[in-house]
C-alpha cells in the first residue's frame, strides 16, 4: 500500500543566530559544502563566502545583511538564513526571526555566551522560534564544552540537553561522541566525512556517565519518557531521540552539539540534528491573520488561499526583489496578488530560489516556501501578499526604534534629487533607517540603530553609484521625561467663530511611569465617573495626549515615562465632539507638562570590552571619563571582560580609542540599555 507522504515534512525554515565572530557565517559555508551546494569551501577572511556577499561585508570581514539560502540534505530542502551578529543590525535578525520556524545558535567554545547571544537568544524567545546549539571553535586554545555549556544555562535559562562529547581538545580535537547512538564519529581528514566506529576506550566511562545524565534530564521534562525510564531504568536511542525532538519543538529543552566549523567537524551532525529534531512548517501553528477585525488562521497548506509576508526588500536600479515566506496556497508566475496594507494589486513576474547574490528561476511556489519574487512595485518589508478573493493582514515584524542620527547632504547642490532617491531606497531596504527633515534647520537627517549602521548606510550610498555625501558628527535621539507631575490640571478648550463651536473641558492628572527617571512607555487612564464625559470623548482625549507626545517643553525631543488621568470633565450639548476633545487632550498635556517638573534623557548602551589584563587599567579610566558605570569584571580565557554601561554618544569614535589604548588587542561589543538621565548643560555667563 503506497503512503502519501506531505512534502512540506521534508522542509525546514531555519536561521543561524550568533555573537559577533562566533562563526555563524563559517556554519553556513560549511553546511553549503556539506550539502553539495558549493564546491568550494568560502572563508570569511579572504572575502570568498556566500552569504556576506556584499563588497562591505567582504572589507569589514562581518554580516551584514541577512542573506538566504537553499540547499537539499537527506532528502529534506533546507530554507537558511545567515543573520548578522552585530547589534546595530538587530533588526535584520528580528525580520528573518519573523518568518522561521527554527534556529541554530552558535556559541564560541571559548567565550560561551556573549552579550548579543544573549539578545538574539531573547528575540527567539519572543518569536517562540525552537532553537539548536552548536558549541563551535572546540579546536581553540581554552575551548571548554562543559564551561559553554554552563554559561547556557546560567545566562540563557533553558535545559540544555548535551547529545554529544569531544574526542580530543584544543588542536587534538578531532571528532565527538554521539551520546544518543553511543558511537564514536572522527574527522581524519578534514574533508567533512566522518568516519563512525566504537567509542575510544579511554573515554567508555565518561560517555556512558554523560550518558546517564541526558537520560535522566529527558525523563524529567518528558512524560513518555519518564515512563520507560522508570520501567527499563534507561532509555532507547528512539525513545531519546524522539523525546529530544518533542522537547526542541515545546522549547523546554535544547539540544546542544559541538564541532569546530573552520577545521569542517560537526558539521554533518549539526545536519542530521537540524532534520530530527527543528520543526517544518506542518509542525508549527498555523499563522494568524485579521481580515474585517476578525481573527483567522491559515494552515501551511498548498491547497488553502494564497498569503504571505515579505521579510526584506532589496531595491536598485535595476528592480527590486522581494523575499517573502509563503504560509499558505501556491504562487505561480503571472500571478496578481493582493497587498492589503497598501491596498493594491501587485504582479508577480517572476519567482526566484534565493542562494545569497544568486537566484534559480522557479515557475511556482508553495505554502513553506521562503523565495523571492520579482516585479512587485510597493511591497514593503511587513507587507502581506495574499489571495484577492481571501484577504487575510499578517502581523509585520516590528521596527526598531533608531538612536543615533546623522545629518547628510549632497557635495553638489545638483545632486540633492539624486540623493533623495538614494536614501528612500536605502529606507525601502531596511526599515529601521529613517530618513526626516528637520523642521528647524532644513538638513536631511538619517536616523539608524548606531553609529556602524549608519556608516554602512552612506556607504551603501556611495558603492551603489549615488553622490558624494558630506556627513555630520552622529547625535543621539533624547527624549523627555516627568520626574515630579502635576494633579487636578484644569484645561478648558473653547473656540467660537460663526457655526458649530467647540467645547471640551478635561482635568488631568500627570505623574512619573516608574520611581526613578529612565523608564519609558506611556500610560493613560480614566477616572471619570457619572459619565460626565462619554467613553467616545475619552479615546479622543488619549489620542490626543499621544499627538502631545511628540514634541516635549525642553528642548523639543518626545516625552515618555509618564502616566495620565483623566479625572474630570465636562460637554457642551451642542458645540462637545471628538475634534474637540482631541484638541483639549493635545494642547491641555502641553501645558500641563510645561508645568511639571521634567528630565533630559540619553540612550545608554551596555558595552562588553575584552582585554589583556595589563591593559585593564588604561580601559577602566577611558570609561569613567565616558560617563560610564562598571558593573562588572571577570577573567575569560587569559583576557580580563569588563561589563559597563555608558551613554552612547559617548561611544562615538571609542572602537579607535580602544585599539590604541590596548596595542590593537582589545575588542568590544555593545547592546542597548534603555534610557538614563542627561546631564543639562552648564549655561554661560
Not at 566522518?194 to 566511562?205: D, H, T, Y
Not at 519609558?520 to 499627538?547: H, I, K, N, W
Not at 483623566?566 to 450639548?573: I, N, Q, R
Request: hydrophobic share 40%; aromatic share 4%; charged share 25%.
Amino acid at each position: 500500500m503506497r503512503t502519501n507522504t506531505n512534502p512540506l515534512t521534508a522542509v525546514r525554515n531555519l536561521g543561524i543566530l550568533a555573537h559577533v565572530d562566533a562563526g555563524k557565517t563559517t556554519v553556513t559555508e560549511r553546511i553549503l559544502y556539506a550539502t553539495g551546494t558549493t564546491h568550494k569551501r568560502g572563508e570569511v577572511h579572504d572575502g570568498t563566502t556566500v552569504t556576506d556577499f556584499d563588497s562591505q561585508e567582504r572589507d569589514r570581514g562581518i554580516t551584514i545583511f541577512a542573506a538566504a539560502v537553499s540547499c537539499a540534505w537527506d532528502g529534506h530542502r533546507i530554507n537558511l538564513i545567515d543573520t548578522p551578529g552585530h547589534i546595530d543590525f538587530a533588526d535584520e535578525v528580528e525580520r528573518s526571526l519573523r518568518v522561521l520556524d527554527g534556529a541554530i545558535a552558535v556559541f564560541d567554545a571559548v567565550a560561551g555566551v556573549e552579550p548579543q547571544s544573549e539578545s538574539v537568544w531573547r528575540q527567539a524567545d519572543r518569536h517562540g522560534v525552537p532553537r539548536i546549539a552548536f558549541v563551535n571553535k572546540l579546536d581553540r586554545a581554552g575551548a571548554d564544552l562543559d564551561r559553554a555549556v554552563g554559561s547556557i544555562r546560567e545566562r540563557l535559562h533553558p535545559a540544555p540537553l548535551v547529545v554529544q562529547v569531544p574526542i580530543g581538545t584544543e588542536d587534538g580535537f578531532t571528532g565527538v561522541v554521539d551520546l544518543v547512538h553511543l558511537r564514536a564519529l572522527v574527522w581524519a581528514d578534514g574533508d567533512g566525512t566522518a568516519e563512525q566506529g566504537p567509542v575510544p576506550e579511554e573515554l567508555r566511562q565518561d560517555v556512558l556517565r554523560r550518558r546517564r545524565a541526558l537520560e535522566e534530564s529527558v525523563a524529567e521534562l518528558h512524560p513518555a519518557a519518564l515512563e520507560e525510564f522508570c520501567a527499563r531504568s534507561a532509555l532507547s536511542a528512539q525513545t531519546l531521540a524522539a523525546a529530544l525532538r518533542d522537547l526542541t519543538r515545546t522549547g523546554e529543552g535544547v539540544v546542544v552539539l559541538c564541532g569546530s566549523a573552520y577545521r569542517n567537524r560537526g558539521i554533518e551532525p549539526l545536519l542530521d540534528a537540524v532534520v530530527a529534531y527543528l520543526p517544518s512548517p506542518l509542525d508549527v501553528p498555523a499563522v494568524r491573520g485579521v481580515h474585517d477585525g476578525s481573527g483567522q488562521l491559515r494552515a501551511a497548506d498548498p491547497e488553502a488561499p494564497f498569503a504571505a509576508l515579505a521579510f526584506k526588500v532589496n531595491a536598485s536600479g535595476t528592480g527590486r526583489l522581494t523575499c517573502v515566506r509563503i504560509y499558505s496556497g501556491t504562487i505561480e508566475k503571472g500571478d496578481t496578488v493582493w497587498d492589503p496594507g497598501a491596498g493594491r494589486t501587485e504582479r508577480v513576474a517572476r519567482i526566484l530560489r534565493v542562494m545569497a547574490d544568486r537566484h534559480v528561476q522557479l515557475d511556482r511556489a508553495v505554502a513553506g516556501d521562503i523565495v523571492a519574487l520579482a516585479g512587485l512595485k510597493s511591497a514593503r518589508a511587513g507587507s502581506t501578499l495574499c489571495d484577492a478573493g481571501a484577504p487575510l493582514l499578517l502581523e509585520p515584524p516590528v521596527a526598531a526604534e533608531p538612536v543615533v542620527s546623522v545629518a547628510v547632504e549632497a557635495r553638489r547642490a545638483t545632486d540633492t534629487g539624486r540623493l533623495a532617491t538614494a536614501l528612500a531606497r536605502l529606507a525601502e531596504e531596511d526599515p529601521s533607517l529613517v530618513v526626516r527633515t528637520d523642521a528647524e534647520t532644513g538638513q536631511t537627517l538619517l536616523s539608524g540603530m548606531g553609529e556602524l549602521h549608519l556608516e554602512v548606510a552612506v556607504e551603501k550610498v556611495r558603492r551603489d553609484g549615488g553622490p558624494e555625501v558630506t556627513v555630520g558628527r552622529p547625535r543621539v535621539a533624547h527624549r523627555e521625561t516627568v520626574v515630579d507631575g502635576v494633579r487636578g490640571f484644569v484645561f478648558r478648550h473653547v473656540k467660537q467663530d460663526g457655526g458649530a463651536g467647540q467645547f471640551a473641558h478635561v482635568v488631568l492628572d500627570v505623574e512619573p511611569l516608574g520611581p526613578e527617571p529612565g523608564v519609558t512607555g506611556f500610560e493613560f487612564r480614566s477616572a471619570v465617573v457619572g459619565g460626565r464625559v462619554p467613553q467616545e470623548y475619552v479615546r479622543a482625549v488619549e489620542a490626543g495626549c499621544r499627538d502631545a507626545l511628540a514634541q516635549g517643553p525642553l528642548d523639543g525631543h518626545p516625552v515618555t515615562g509618564l502616566r495620565v488621568t483623566l479625572t474630570d470633565g465636562s460637554t457642551h450639548v451642542k458645540d462637545s465632539s471628538d475634534t474637540a476633545f482631541r484638541t483639549a487632550g493635545r494642547l491641555g498635556l502641553r501645558e500641563a507638562l510645561r508645568a511639571c517638573a521634567t528630565a533630559l534623557l540619553e540612550p545608554v548602551a551596555e558595552v562588553t570590552v575584552t582585554v589583556a589584563e595589563d591593559a585593564v587599567g588604561g580601559v577602566l579610566g577611558d570609561l569613567a571619563a565616558r560617563r560610564g558605570r562598571v558593573t562588572g569584571s571577570e577573567s575569560r580565557g587569559g583576557a580580563a571582560v569588563l561589563t559597563a554601561t555608558v551613554p552612547l554618544a559617548e561611544l562615538f569614535g571609542y572602537a579607535t580609542r580602544l585599539r590604541s589604548r590596548t596595542q590593537g588587542r582589545g575588542t568590544f561589543t555593545t547592546r542597548p540599555a534603555g534610557y538614563a538621565p542627561a546631564p543639562r548643560p552648564v549655561p554661560v555667563r
